[in-house]
């Protein structure tokens, strides 16, 4: 006779895939009964610590786990490169930012050294300690983008989570009253950019999945090309930069690059990595258009602006699209049916 505690492990197992559940239900709700007293079954419930435990697991076992069917293992590859092309693009953004705003201020000597620093020091000690952390609290990215690439996987979590802290401050500043929160839409759009890879990461980069590795370059080098096309997409174009415009342009030249290495037979050894370009193309394209609806039904907008900004969100849909086209054919490989 089934007991209700019983059903109720049964009922969170469910959080299981059925895949897992096949090979391994009986056996866990076993062990989790076993120095259970019968007469006190319909009394009792899993323990929060359980009931985690098994969410962790349903999160593993459809990321990838060993033995997982084809979509899973696809599912998982494709996580796992979102989290590692998202946190790239977040380091080479922290890192490209900040030495311009210094070349900036060292190139214009004093006034400029001085209006650098007041940032930190004329607002109140408040305002600072936020100023201050949302310059240095992204550079963590680039801590947890080689961390993640030499198998520091607890280091890298560590790191994405703490320099995603930043992008909660705009939605914060109205309850605090330290300063404004700006545009609720873009600063939205803006933290997702870096909390779903920063999560990402923490999900599909356990204990069971494969070591992180770029599908071509090496880490060094993927990063600083990163950073160079950053800095020059500002250099160049500096009227139309905002804070979409550079992880924008570094996503354009990738996926241009990505497209043209699968037209020319790349290496189709890494699974999900053109699902993984498109989630992220999306996800940076909501930033593009967050940040720039709000400008066009202003008048007197610089024309750089406005046409750089349109000019941007164009290619990043195209680009998107392209890119999931191509992800399709992983799709009908782990799941022949969609073709």
Do not use: K
């Not at 469910?14 to 062990?31: C, D, N, Q, W």
């Not at 990738?254 to 699974?271: F, I, K, N, Q, V």
């Not at 046409?307 to 999931?324: I, K």
């Amino acid at each position: 006779m089934t007991t209700l505690l019983e059903s109720r492990y049964r009922t969170v197992l469910r959080l299981l895939p059925a895949y897992y559940r096949r090979e391994r239900e009986e056996e866990m709700v076993e062990t989790y009964l076993w120095d259970v007293d019968p007469d006190t079954q319909d009394q009792s419930r899993p323990t929060l610590g359980e009931v985690a435990s098994i969410a962790a697991l349903a999160v593993r076992s459809r990321l990838g786990a060993p033995g997982a069917p084809r979509r899973y293992v696809l599912l998982g590859s494709t996580v796992r490169l979102f989290a590692l092309f998202a946190v790239l693009v977040q380091a080479a953004a922290a890192v490209a930012n900040l030495v311009l705003e210094l070349g900036w201020a060292i190139g214009r000597g004093g006034p400029g050294q001085h209006l650098f620093l007041s940032q930190f020091t004329d607002q109140g000690l408040l305002d600072g300690v936020v100023t201050a952390a949302q310059w240095t609290l992204p550079l963590l990215w680039t801590v947890a983008y080689f961390a993640l690439l030499h198998n520091r996987r607890r280091l890298a979590r560590a790191s994405a989570l703490l320099a995603a802290l930043p992008t909660l401050w705009p939605l914060l500043g109205t309850l605090t009253g330290a300063m404004g929160a700006g545009d609720p839409t873009f600063a939205t759009a803006f933290g997702l950019l870096a909390w779903l890879p920063a999560l990402a990461l923490c999900a599909a980069h356990h204990r069971d999945a494969p070591p992180a590795r770029l599908p071509a370059g090496t880490p060094g080098l993927v990063f600083m090309t990163a950073c160079v096309v950053m800095g020059v997409s500002i250099v160049v174009l500096p009227a139309a930069a905002d804070l979409a415009w550079a992880p924008a342009s570094c996503f354009v030249v990738g996926a241009l690059g990505w497209l043209l290495w699968e037209a020319r037979g790349g290496d189709g050894a890494t699974p999900g990595g053109a699902l993984a370009l498109a989630a992220l193309g999306l996800l940076i394209l909501t930033v593009r258009v967050a940040a720039l609806y709000p400008w066009l039904h202003v008048p007197e907008v610089p024309a750089a602006y406005l046409g750089g900004g349109l000019a941007q969100t164009g290619a990043l849909a195209l680009l998107t699209v392209a890119v999931a086209v191509v992800g399709r054919r992983d799709l009908v490989a782990a799941e022949p049916g969609l073709s």
